[in-house]
């Protein structure tokens, strides 16, 4: 348990703009841990104070300033999560400048895109490799005036491309003055994922952006001795807002992960209190813990199921929405064999993780809220800074993406969808009015596009998305989210897209899991190599029971009738998903065009 807790969240109306959020935070806190990273070069992991961070700022910011870059000029960074961009983004911001975040993982055509799009006249990468990717695409860029690259440049072809270590200048003695206090300006400009066609410029201001974190910190507290572990790129407007501006007007540490495929150890290293993570981590630890039951003893998967449903009930109790049972006088003992077990794969520090980005399955916020892991949902679009609501610890409802946050006014729309307005919705979108004025009406209300239905005590349910609403032929409309997301709790399946767009009923395109499927034709004593044994006549009538198994509580219209089988994973690399890894669901039904028609049975699909 944490103790002597302090909660000292600055103020908006002190902080003005974020740069000036920083600089308050380095006079309130200086010797406090702000930063914790994993230094390549040492091997070593590595802290950082506040007063350190804002003497790195200070040098960083008297580089820019030799660019002859002038307020309002766009400045890109394109580096995996650590304290580089932190330093970069706060230098730019002190100048007026606009910072324009990319996705390390992202296409090179789309990033030159976004380079293109924006006017950047700076560039932050790693390394002169990611910049000639860049460059290899023949996007022409003439705005772009300098490339700086974190590791030593070993071939200059490029008379734009400068090393951080001959860029950056000695120590400054002394903390800037701040010379921009206006906290409508534009602060940065952030492509979304662009699911159907190029991404949109979001633009949000400083007050966007801290009006989010406020709101938030009014919805459950953050104190100054939490720890953040960062490991969902910080381009993400999720991570950027809630795993960097929130702790840093909390006071709170930030420890950068070092990649997704160490995420275990450091979860153990870092040992974090707060956890900010998209659906999908919480999705693949719940059906890694699903797996290895399925491998172990009966006893083990009973006393698993009982430790869940006693955890849930004590839970539903604990929130005024169930009655106490007598089975909660065993919850020290199932706490003790069972959901310690979840905790300690999350450093064991845990107390509090939020969910965003997208639906939450109902099955795994079960999971983790049953095991003493307070979950909680939140909603919320990179347009409105970016988060909507969220679920308060006091006021949980795992099936809901909470009420609204503090200063955020909602409705519901004459389409049904959610229409947001307040302090975090964005400026508009760069250079594109037309689209603005679609999303945005002239009275400030945003658009969300989400069909919701709102209970009494305000509780917010995404029901479905207006652009994703699938019609049957017989006039029946499925939201395919719910459908996929229960499908996809199966491990047998590792990617899931539900279609039957004007077809008389549902179909899935599925990339099956190559040992879940071999263990599964094992137990039906058929004896097939992968990746042949998907074509084994009795493949597809596996997959439907397995599918049907999954939706067992869902009406009889959502029912998956054809399945095809797919081995590719879709991936960032392929075209298939975002770089926030949303499925890009136009681009995979012309890929798996002829799949798709074979199951659907329509031959005109793409005239």
């Known amino acids: 348990m944490m103790k002597n807790l302090h909660t000292d969240p600055i103020p908006p109306a002190l902080a003005m703009t974020l740069d000036g959020l920083f600089h308050e ?273 009966a006893y083990a998967a009973r006393l698993f199921d009982l430790a869940v449903n006693v955890g849930y009930s004590r839970f539903e109790y604990a929130q005024g929405r169930g009655p106490w049972r007598l089975s909660h006088l065993l919850w020290p003992i199932l706490k003790y064999l069972v959901a310690n077990k979840l905790t300690q794969r999350l450093g064991g520090s845990i107390r509090l993780a939020v969910s965003g980005g997208a639906a939450l399955p109902p099955e795994t916020a079960r999971i983790f809220i049953g095991l003493g892991i307070t979950v909680l949902q939140g909603y919320g679009l990179t347009e409105t800074s970016p988060v909507i609501s969220v679920n308060r610890p006091e006021d949980n409802v795992p099936a809901s993406v909470g009420t609204a946050l503090a200063g955020v006014e909602t409705r519901v729309g004459a389409n049904g969808a959610l229409q947001v307005h307040g302090p975090t919705v964005m400026l508009g979108y760069w250079r594109d009015p037309a689209a603005t004025r679609a999303m945005v009406d002239d009275e400030g209300w945003l658009d969300t596009g989400d069909v919701v239905r709102i209970d009494p005590a305000g509780h917010i349910f995404i029901t479905g998305r207006i652009k994703e609403i699938l019609v049957l032929s017989n006039g029946e409309k499925v939201p395919p989210a719910e459908i996929e997301a229960a499908i996809g709790a199966d491990p047998l399946f590792d990617q899931v897209m539900v279609a039957g767009e004007g077809c008389a009923y549902l179909s899935a395109l599925v990339v099956i899991n190559e040992e879940q499927w071999q263990l599964a034709m094992q137990e039906k004593g058929i004896q097939a190599a992968w990746p042949g044994s998907l074509q084994h006549p009795d493949a597809e009538s596996l997959v439907l029971e397995r599918m049907a198994r999954q939706m067992r509580t869902f009406p009889g219209y959502a029912r998956i009738r054809r399945a095809a089988l797919l081995i590719d994973p879709w991936t960032i690399e392929n075209g298939l998903l975002t770089p926030t890894l949303k499925l890009k669901r136009p681009a995979v039904l012309k890929r798996y065009a002829e799949e798709y028609r074979k199951i659907c049975g329509t031959k005109n699909l793409f005239q």
Not at 30 to 37: G, K, Q
Not at 65 to 81: C, F, H, T, W, Y
Not at 155 to 179: F, G, K, Y
Not at 232 to 242: C, I, V
């Open 25 to 297: 935070r380095a006079r309130r806190t200086p010797d406090a841990l702000a930063y914790r990273y994993f230094n390549e070069a040492q091997d070593i992991w590595q802290d950082l104070t506040w007063s350190q961070m804002q003497q790195e700022v200070m040098r960083w910011q008297k580089a820019l300033a030799r660019e002859s870059l002038q307020p309002g000029d766009r400045v890109a960074i394109m580096l995996k999560n650590c304290p580089q961009w932190v330093m970069m983004d706060q230098a730019a911001l002190g100048l007026g400048l606009v910072t324009v975040p990319l996705y390390t993982s992202d296409r090179p055509d789309n990033v030159a895109y976004v380079l293109q799009d924006s006017g950047a006249r700076l560039l932050l990468t790693g390394s002169a490799e990611q910049w000639q990717a860049i460059h290899d695409t023949g996007q022409p860029l003439p705005e772009l005036q300098r490339i700086i690259c974190i590791r030593d440049v070993t071939h200059d072809n490029d008379n734009r491309l400068c090393p951080l270590s001959s860029w950056l200048p000695e120590n400054v003695a002394e903390p800037p003055s701040p010379s921009h206090h206006d906290p409508d300006r534009l602060a940065s400009i952030i492509y979304t994922s662009g699911t159907t066609g190029k991404p949109k410029g979001v633009m949000l201001s400083h007050r966007n952006m801290l009006e989010n974190c406020r709101s938030v910190l009014q919805s459950f507290d953050v104190y100054r001795e939490d720890r953040f572990l960062s490991f969902l790129p910080l381009s993400h407007t999720f991570e950027r807002t809630a795993g960097y501006y929130l702790p840093l007007m909390a006071g709170a540490t930030v420890v950068y992960a070092r990649s997704f495929q160490q995420l275990q150890e450091d979860l153990s290293i870092a040992q974090p209190t707060i956890l900010m993570s998209v659906p999908r981590i919480y999705e693949r630890i719940h059906v890694a813990l699903r797996a290895k039951l399925a491998d172990g003893p």
